[in-house]
């Protein structure tokens, strides 16, 4: 498992500022425009108290700053709601990805474990199990 600091870390290590926010709608969000001196992770302060959802909202933030960075779309509507959903579902890839490895999983399912063992083993999000689950289905041979 990748430890929740090395998250941190990382974001730090690529000059990108954490801030905590009193966000209701979202968990976090991922700030980089010409006007800001670094990129800026903002998080809800929900997430203090939920280290595991807290570990995928900020590697999906992180996503957007590896992938998406230079995309820019303030608000998504009829035009270019197809883009800002590419947008995310590139960040969400990156994210799981990154915090659930192939070959561990691969071994995992091997082992007979289910989603819920694997969620606990990885310590991420039911829902990032299912992503990877999915992600894995969509190439060939792999499950």
Known sequence: MIPTDFLFQLAEYEGIKIEWANLTNIKGLYLHTPTLKSPVIALAHSLHNNERKLRCVLAHELGHHFKTAGHHTIAANYLNSVYA???EL????????????????LECINDQRNAWDLSDYFYVTKDF???KWNLLKEMEGIL
């Open 85 to 87: 959903t590419k947008n």
């Open 90 to 105: 590139s960040a969400t890839k990156w994210a799981v990805n990154f915090l659930v490895d192939t070959e561990i999983f």
């Open 129 to 131: 199990i299912d992503f």
